[in-house]
């Protein structure tokens, strides 16, 4: 059965925001037409118009492609995938640089979900997190998309130096006071390579403790799901009937198709990733030669260790029956010490025939799923 979702990646930004490890390449839009160009060869190597349930064009910043560009990004994808009858249609923004021709369009192509990298509404975390919109711009943004999309996700991130816990309480009350329907929440995190990443080493940047990133978060939790949202994911909220379907497909370990530089797909059991650095993926594919940087054949115990870790992060958890009748062993046999210690600890809990991260367990949740891998 061929893989019900796509992602297309498109790797421009104006500007790097100094914490941010994406693939992408910024201030440089006279690419943009030799990426264009690049990814229809990538696509050719697609033979049959395939349906898909789930779309989702990420970045960078796809809209940072000007309203006639996106319509070439949409005409040569819409030549390979047809989206199914009902399918989710994802693009991910910023709420700066949304043009009324640009949001015309994302709906004219069928986008019914758009995620806004908001962030934040103070100013001065905008500020330092090197944003280019203020709090007005997203608040306008969200409203004017609204109007366009079925859905409307915002981004925020807490964490961030200088911040404290009434303006991350704030950000969360205004956000909640939008017409969205879903909302994404992470701790920052100080990549290697990133600029956040030496100015913290230099000591220009500091840390946020991590009972202050552990108290924002619970902040977030409650105060979301008060508003109506559920929790469905570690960083995810939505309501009801607003999940977002094309993660959940990550989530449930089934396979998917994906395009663009350092996109990742799965399919027939291999994993492979693109090469991550943007002009040699662009180099490759315009001469038509492709550009793979790892390639993974997952074994059977690889595919149910992936699974577990990934259908921890759901807070459904993962049902123990299918899991055995899919992969033939139980999550126990698998990984009997790490089982049985976060079992033992309270981080996870069985509940109706589902292993579940606990309140306490969502607050380590990297550290418990990868004790499965
Ligand atoms: S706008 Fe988003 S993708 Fe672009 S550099 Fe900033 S964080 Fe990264």
Not at 23 to 45: C, F, G, H, M
Not at 254 to 273: D, M, Q, S
Not at 278 to 297: D, Y
Request: hydrophobic letters at 35%.
């Amino acid at each position: 059965m061929s893989p019900g979702a796509v992602y297309i990646h498109v790797p421009f930004c104006l500007h790097r925001c100094g914490y941010c490890d994406f693939t992408l390449v910024a201030n440089r839009d006279q690419l943009i037409p030799q990426y264009l160009s690049a990814l229809k060869n990538e696509l050719s190597t697609v033979h049959s118009v395939t349906p898909v349930n789930t779309m989702f064009i990420g970045g960078g910043t796809p809209t940072h492609l000007s309203a006639s560009e996106l319509e070439e990004l949409f005409a040569m994808i819409f030549e390979k995938f047809q989206l199914a009858t009902g399918a989710e249609f994802s693009i991910e923004a910023n709420p700066d640089g949304l043009t009324d021709d640009r949001l015309h369009v994302l709906q004219a192509a069928g986008v019914n979900r758009i995620s806004l990298g908001v962030q934040s509404f103070d100013e001065q975390v905008l500020k330092v997190l090197e944003r280019r919109h203020t709090p007005n711009d997203a608040s306008s943004a969200i409203e004017r998309c609204a109007d366009h999309f079925r859905s409307v996700s915002l981004d925020l991130i807490f964490g961030v130096p200088s911040q404290s816990m009434e303006s991350w309480s704030r950000t969360l009350d205004h956000a909640l006071h939008l017409p969205i329907q879903h909302i994404s929440t992470y701790g920052l995190t100080y990549e290697q390579g990133t600029a956040f990443f030496r100015r913290e080493q230099n000591g220009i940047l500091r840390r946020t403790p991590d009972e202050t990133e552990r108290d924002m978060f619970i902040c977030a939790i409650d105060s979301i799901q008060a508003a109506g949202f559920e929790h469905y994911e570690v960083s995810n909220f939505a309501r009801p009937d607003h999940q977002c379907r094309h993660n959940l497909t990550y989530w449930r370990a089934e396979e998917y198709f994906a395009f663009g530089p350092g996109a990742a797909r799965y399919l027939n059991g291999v994993r492979t990733t693109n090469c991550r650095s943007v002009p040699k993926w662009l180099q490759s594919w315009t001469r038509g030669e492709s550009c793979i940087q790892e390639r993974e054949q997952l074994s059977s115990e690889d595919r149910s260790r992936e699974a577990i870790m990934l259908g921890l992060r759901m807070r459904t958890g993962l049902n123990l029956a299918s899991f055995e009748e899919t992969y033939h062993c139980s999550v126990e046999s698998l990984e009997p010490e790490s089982y049985g210690r976060h079992l033992e600890k309270g981080l996870l809990e069985i509940s109706n025939g589902f292993l579940r991260l606990t309140r306490e367990g969502l607050m380590i949740a990297d550290t418990v799923v990868s004790d499965f891998l």
